[in-house]
Structure formats: structure tokens, C-alpha cells
């Protein structure tokens, strides 16, 4: 993996494999500043996202940290620095899958701000004119049934690779308008330090969870 470069601009610390200048950095640290619109779909997640367009770098995606649980009542956006940001560990573990053929949105930057408590962002290419397979799986079957082949392809390499992303569920897979299939929002992954068939089965219990959850169509399940 190419090292990291990491910049400061206007008291945000930025890391990232582009050669990003000083205008885009700039542009991004308003951007931060906005409030977020929640994610729209079912198994939208807790992330909160805005789309840009940025001269230079194209569509972008930036993904605000929120916080889950009671302490969100607390404090929503700031957490505790030790070592790398929750930005930068998926910012990385990004780079790690797609080295491996797994398909997400290409990561571009992370930034934080602060320093024992910050706030986080990952900016990622947007993934043009895509829907969730949740969303899939109620208005067209056949396709969904065509997608899911995919999708196991790709969970295959993950568990073959010992690595978990923690909350893997139809909602967080998308797929464009040319069927091809994006897995999103690793944040928290990490290895997996246990037999693959652990690996899976957990996938699995947490895949179906969601299904029965949602009331996802049965042909997710089967699928799976």
C-alpha cells in the first residue's frame, strides 16, 4: 500500500494518496462545516453524507461520524483520539479490500479536527446512479436474484481474507445502473481472528437479522 500523505489546512489534518491542493482542501473544510442530510433508504444507517461536485476530484461523497447508543444523546460528532481516527482505519481498510477485488467507493481523504476529542470525515468517489439492494429487492426480483451472486462472490473474499466488516446487511451493498456491486460503510472493520466458517456464520446471522428485521424480501435469505 502507497504511503499516506498527511497536510494540515486550516487546523484540519488531512490524509490521502491524491495529490489534493490547497484549493480542494480548502473546498472540503467548508463542506465539513455543513449539516449533513441523513441517508434516505431503508438500512440507511446511522451515517450522515453530502454530495459534491469539486473541480479537480469529481463527485465525492463525504461521510460524517456520528455516534450510535444512548451517548449519541450526549454527543453526537466528537470522540476520543487515541491513535489513528475512525476515518483513517476505514480510509485503510478500504485501500486493503480493494487490493483484493472487493468492489467499495474508491476512498480519496480522510480529515479530523481537534485533538483529544475530534470530529471525523471520509471523502469518497460517488458511485453514480446506484440504489441499495434493499431497495433492489422490492421492485425487481429477478435482478436482485443476479446481483446476490455477485454479492456472495465478494463476501466469499472477505471471509477468505479474515476480514470483518461488522454490520454487512443488504443496505449497506449497492448497485449501479450497470449491475455492478458496491460494499460500503466498513467502518470498524478490522481481521478476524478466528476460522473462516466462525467468519461466515457470523456474516450470516447478521445478513438474515436484517432480513427478518426489515422484512427484506425472502429471496435475500435464500440467496445468501
Request: charged content about 25%; some cysteine.
Amino acid at each position: 500500500m502507497s504511503e499516506i500523505s498527511i497536510k494540515t489546512y486550516d487546523s484540519y489534518h488531512f490524509g490521502f494518496l491524491y495529490d489534493l491542493t490547497e484549493q480542494h482542501l480548502k473546498h472540503l473544510t467548508k463542506l465539513f462545516k455543513t449539516y449533513p442530510k441523513p441517508v434516505n433508504s431503508v438500512l440507511g444507517g446511522r451515517s450522515s453524507v453530502v454530495f459534491e461536485e469539486i473541480n479537480g476530484l469529481g463527485s465525492i461523497v463525504i461521510k460524517y461520524y456520528r455516534r450510535g447508543g444512548l451517548i449519541r444523546y450526549l454527543v453526537k460528532q466528537r470522540y476520543f483520539k487515541c491513535g489513528k481516527t475512525r476515518g483513517q482505519k476505514e480510509y485503510e481498510l478500504l485501500q486493503k479490500v480493494r487490493l483484493l477485488g472487493i468492489n467499495v467507493p474508491e476512498p480519496i481523504a480522510f480529515s479530523y479536527h481537534g485533538r483529544l476529542f475530534y470530529k471525523g470525515w471520509l471523502v469518497t468517489r460517488e458511485i453514480k446512479e446506484h440504489q441499495t439492494l434493499a431497495d433492489l429487492s422490492f421492485s425487481n426480483e429477478n435482478r436482485t436474484l443476479k446481483i446476490m451472486k455477485e454479492v456472495t462472490r465478494q463476501i466469499s473474499i472477505l471471509i477468505k481474507n479474515n476480514i470483518l466488516h461488522v454490520d454487512l446487511h443488504p443496505g449497506n451493498v449497492i448497485v449501479d445502473n450497470q449491475d455492478r456491486v458496491y460494499i460500503i460503510d466498513f467502518d470498524k472493520g478490522r481481521l478476524f481472528h478466528g476460522k473462516n466458517t466462525s467468519l461466515r456464520n457470523r456474516y450470516q446471522r447478521r445478513w438474515d437479522r436484517a432480513v427478518k428485521k426489515y422484512r427484506l424480501p425472502e429471496i435475500l435469505r435464500a440467496s445468501n
